[in-house]
């Protein structure tokens, strides 16, 4: 008995399966649950959730009392925690699935684009530093002394300027 291959429409989880590296069994229903609690969640506070709150927001838990919901920021946790009566009484009040819950709990998730940006912030304050100490251990180009050299004897006037631009060449 062979599996018969999904086609390329189906689920990403179908065609995991179906190469043989699927989740486990629990944990593929419980996923499907989170999405589709997700997109319940989602579609009943639109209008009361801010949109950059709603792209990050994601069931993570659930049990008919307690609601766990996932965020991408401090910010975006306390909101919901400030507003939580009101979101549960949306949510008990316009679905079946929600209907007990009594609590609302939020845990905030860096996503991996947050992620993507402390790596690249991270390499680029490293390649500054390497930046900032070749040149510190690099001397002036002849081009550059001279430049100092004529400004000191020929442009500036104040005495204390042209003895520190001396200096910075003789170093």
């Not at 043989?20 to 999405?35: D, V």
Request: proline share 2%; net charge positive; hydrophobic share 40%.
């Amino acid at each position: 008995m062979s599996k018969k291959q999904p086609n390329r429409l189906a689920q990403l989880i179908d065609h995991q399966a179906f190469a043989g590296s699927a989740l486990p069994q629990t944990l593929a229903e419980n996923m499907r649950l989170y999405i589709k609690m997700t997109n319940e969640v989602k579609e009943l506070l639109v209008d009361c959730l801010p949109e950059e709150i709603l792209n990050t927001c994601w069931v993570v838990g659930f049990t008919s009392e307690q609601l766990i919901l996932s965020v991408g920021s401090i910010t975006a946790a306390n909101h919901i925690r400030y507003l939580q009566s009101a979101y549960l009484r949306v949510l008990t009040e316009q679905s079946i699935t929600f209907k007990q819950l009594k609590q609302i709990r939020v845990v905030v998730a860096k996503t991996s684009a947050d992620n993507r940006l402390i790596e690249q912030s991270s390499s680029l304050s490293a390649i500054k530093s390497k930046t900032l100490q070749a040149n510190e251990n690099q001397a002036l180009s002849q081009n550059t002394k001279r430049t100092i050299s004529q400004a000191a004897e020929h442009v500036t006037t104040d005495e204390n300027l042209k003895k520190a631009l001396l200096r910075l060449l003789n170093s």
